[in-house]
């Protein structure tokens, strides 16, 4: 935690609300390199025409950038499109894994205020559905599951699950179609993809404002429930 926080009802206003803003500033430190990328393609690769024959009309023309060569590759698609969606996708996965421990940071400063002999490790279940379960059943938290946030919370985890398992496709091993995916692709502003999934801008704030009024919703079930203690 990023100070130290003597009653879970501070919780939110001494540390959560200050790491929102780190992790808002994160988001768009990676955006702006994002941009600085495509922009350096855009305006820095090199155009090579070979085998010109200017009686015909006809040309080889290719690009050039950072050692690839369009013949090859598309460089347009990658440098404007892929590698941005990689970084994206990378930097998802991060700011789950960091939701996920914050939660059960939470588990473990209240269970220790509180003086409380369940552990979170004694719970059944993982990741979030096993901090939230203890939130709810250990520390008595109320309404823990029940806002709008936490459905898009598992729209967002279903995002990120596909992307460290199954690389982004759309697809299972027979060549299904993922509906339950789609379904979060076509309704989710920032998302799209036929065959993959794309993460565009604007998809990581939009991430970081979902956790943040999650964590707010607890904030106001905190204090519910230890303020009338």
């Known amino acids: 935690m990023i100070h130290p926080i003597e ?6 206003s001494c540390h959560i609300s200050e ?7 994160y ?5 702006h390199h994002i941009d600085l990328s495509v922009n350096d393609f855009l305006n820095n690769k090199e155009v090579v025409v070979t085998n010109e024959i200017p009686e015909l009309g006809l040309a080889h023309v290719f690009e050039f950038h950072r050692g690839m060569y369009g013949g090859i590759w598309d460089l347009h698609t990658i440098f404007t499109k892929q ?6 996708r990378s930097t998802l996965i991060t700011l789950f894994g960091l939701f996920e421990n914050e939660l059960d940071e939470l588990c473990r400063f209240i269970r220790e ?3 409380l002999t369940v552990e979170l490790k004694d719970i059944t279940d993982s990741g ?25 919370i598992k729209d967002i985890q279903k995002i990120r699950n596909l992307v460290v398992h199954s690389d982004g496709r759309l697809t299972d091993a027979n ?3 993922k509906k339950t995916e789609e379904s979060i692709i076509k309704t989710t502003d920032y998302l799209n993809g036929v065959h993959n999934v794309i993460i565009e801008k604007g998809f990581l ?6 956790f943040d009024s999650y964590f707010s919703h607890l904030d106001t079930q905190i204090k519910t429930t230890y303020n009338n203690h």
């Open 113 to 115: 205020k509180q003086n």
């Open 7 to 12: 009653h879970p009802e501070d919780w939110y």
């Open 128 to 152: 979030i559905e096993r901090s939230t379960r203890f939130l709810s059943k250990v520390a008595g938290l109320k309404r823990v599951k029940e806002t709008r946030y936490w459905s898009k």
């Open 27 to 31: 988001i768009e430190d990676v955006e």
């Open 175 to 177: 060549g299904n179609p």
């Open 205 to 210: 704030k939009y991430v970081i404002q979902t």
């Open 83 to 88: 590698f941005p969606n990689l970084q994206r």
């Open 19 to 25: 790491y929102i803003d780190l992790l808002t500033g």
